[in-house]
């Protein structure tokens, strides 16, 4: 029997209303069953909010630097359990090993920088036209913050949102993707094992339909952080502007890198194809389009030289690089994008079919594909597709090129590649992104600056680094005057 997991409501372990769960399956082997989970209703999640409105005052009460002293020991407790959440990881969401432990190495580094930020001033001192008042701002806490999360990243995106948020004085209701429900589980042992107040995190698993709206549109909510599909972002968007809360959405990528005529082209196409694959291109500021100045050849045969050489496989293989994707219904997704592209007229270089026998019978491969000629406003050139195919598009010149980079409703990520330093200043100013590279991978980002889009990728906030405070606490001005007695 697979083991049975429960919601984390009030420091405590319960099941749902509804006795019912959903399993969570690997993705690289569906026999494997990693266990089973609440199938949780509007009403186990109205509990969950309840509880952190409950404790929101005492804790918003507490020492910024006390609760910063819980993420520092959260740190600790997952540098040393870290392999056991790696291998977690890599199980439930397929990713590779490697980038597994890469994942929790941000994760820890993410505790420990916000839970250093629990000891840095939060306002300032401003001086008053009146000499006799003691002008100054500070920074409160929202109240009950919603986080609902993506399968992706399991860990880190979860605790990059909840991190700031607890050390800045908010309590928390986690509702994680469908797909990776045992890595939230994992984030409330996490907790539990800090002795975090009770009430302070909630975990809810459950569906976006049946948990997710109660999370957005209690009455008790004050904020929703989220990352996921556009779709659903426009709608929490909407919700929360009706509801009069603060929202923060992080949504879908489409990013390009722009290859110049004197671009190191083994640098180019290396890092082009890990921006493109690895993870199965599963991640929002993946590598989808690769823009190609002038006549280039060289570049498009290194790219699908190093795209046949890579080893599709399970994460638990050190040597898997194209790993499987989350589920069949992706797995569909991708197979009809390829279909579109090659209707469209995209050349098909590499790949372009799923693996379904022998060793990849049991898991949601598949191959690594490249395009080249695809022109700038096909749908796999414009669309996001979530999966490890990349389309290569041509271009006459830079401001070509840009112009293409720029005609995509969304702007997350973007790079180029070229030894000139007047046309990577030039890319900089007028790529219509919120992450800019230069002769760097459009995937990967570091905890202490500031993440997020443009356009339809970004709700405008940005998360992580110093920026986080804007969103998870309110500014407040305070003028002081002294007493007329």
């Known amino acids: 029997m697979p083991e049975r997991f429960q919601n984390f409501i009030n420091g405590g372990w319960v099941d749902s209303e509804t006795e019912k769960v959903v399993t969570s399956i690997n993705p690289a082997d569906t026999s494997d069953v990693i266990g089973e989970f609440q199938a949780s209703s509007a009403s186990d999640a109205a509990s969950a909010i309840e509880a952190a409105s409950d404790a929101r005052r005492g804790w918003a009460g507490t020492s910024s630097l006390a609760?910063?002293?819980?993420?520092?020991?959260?740190?600790?407790?997952?540098?040393?359990?870290?392999?056991?959440?790696?291998?977690?990881?890599?199980?439930?969401?397929?990713?590779?090993?490697?980038?597994?432990?890469?994942?929790?190495?941000?994760?820890?580094?993410?505790?420990?920088?916000?839970?250093?930020?629990?000891?840095?001033?939060?306002?300032?001192?401003?001086?008053?036209?009146?000499?006799?008042?003691?002008?100054?701002?500070?920074?409160?806490?929202?109240?009950?913050?919603?986080?609902?999360?993506?399968?992706?990243?399991?860990?880190?995106?979860?605790?990059?949102?909840?991190?700031?948020?607890?050390?800045?004085?908010?309590?928390?209701i986690l509702k994680p993707a469908s797909a990776t429900p045992h890595m939230g589980t994992l984030i409330a042992r996490m907790w539990q094992e800090v002795d975090l107040p009770s009430g302070v995190f909630n975990l809810v698993t459950g569906s976006g339909v049946s948990v997710g709206n109660e999370l957005v549109?209690?009455?008790?909510?004050n904020a929703v952080s989220f990352t996921g599909s556009t779709a659903v972002g426009r709608g929490i968007?909407?919700?929360?502007?009706?509801?009069?809360?603060?929202?923060?959405?992080?949504?879908?990528?489409?990013?390009?890198?722009?290859?110049?005529?004197?671009?190191?082209?083994?640098?180019?196409?290396?890092?082009?194809?890990?921006?493109?694959?690895?993870?199965?291109?599963?991640?929002?500021?993946?590598?989808s389009r690769a823009i190609v100045v002038g006549d280039n050849p060289e570049f498009t045969q290194?790219?699908?030289?190093?795209?046949?050489?890579?080893?599709?496989?399970?994460?638990?293989?050190?040597?898997?690089?194209?790993?499987?994707?989350?589920?069949?219904?992706?797995?569909?997704?991708?197979?009809?994008?390829?279909?579109?592209?090659?209707?469209?007229?995209?050349?098909?270089?590499a790949g372009g079919e799923l693996l379904e026998s022998g060793d990849y019978s049991k898991g949601h491969f598949v191959q690594p594909t490249v395009f080249d000629n695809v022109r700038h406003d096909a749908f796999i050139a414009c669309e996001e597709i979530f999966g490890p195919v990349l389309s290569i598009i041509p271009a006459k010149d830079g401001d070509e090129a840009l112009h293409i980079a720029n005609d995509v409703a969304y702007g997350l990520s973007a790079g180029i590649f070229t030894s000139n330093l007047n046309a990577a200043m030039d890319f900089a100013n007028r790529i219509e992104a919120g992450i800019v590279k230069i002769n760097g991978e459009t995937a990967g980002v570091e905890p202490q600056v500031p993440f997020g889009g443009m356009k339809d990728s970004s709700s405008g906030s940005r998360e992580q680094g110093k920026?986080?405070?804007?969103f998870f606490t309110h500014r407040k001005t305070i003028y002081m005057d002294r007493s007329g007695s």
Do not use: H
């Open 467 to 470: 920026a986080a405070i804007d």
């Open 217 to 221: 549109n209690n009455t008790l909510v």
């Open 237 to 287: 968007a909407v919700d929360s502007a009706r509801n009069g809360n603060k929202f923060q959405l992080e949504m879908g990528g489409k990013n390009p890198v722009i290859v110049l005529p004197d671009a190191d082209l083994e640098q180019a196409a290396e890092i082009t194809v890990s921006g493109a694959m690895k993870y199965a291109g599963q991640k929002c500021t993946a590598t």
């Open 302 to 349: 290194l790219v699908v030289d190093k795209v046949n050489a890579l080893k599709v496989g399970p994460g638990s293989d050190p040597d898997s690089v194209v790993v499987p994707v989350i589920d069949d219904a992706s797995r569909q997704n991708i197979k009809q994008a390829i279909a579109t592209g090659l209707s469209e007229g995209g050349n098909l270089l």
């Open 67 to 172: 609760r910063g002293g819980y993420l520092t020991k959260a740190a600790s407790y997952l540098e040393a359990n870290a392999e056991e959440y790696a291998q977690a990881l890599s199980r439930e969401c397929g990713k590779a090993i490697l980038e597994a432990r890469g994942e929790i190495g941000r994760a820890v580094a993410i505790l420990q920088y916000y839970g250093v930020d629990g000891m840095n001033p939060v306002g300032e001192v401003v001086p008053s036209i009146n000499p006799n008042i003691l002008l100054y701002t500070d920074r409160v806490p929202l109240g009950v913050v919603s986080l609902i999360t993506p399968w992706n990243f399991p860990l880190a995106i979860p605790l990059w949102k909840m991190a700031p948020a607890l050390v800045y004085g908010n309590t928390i």
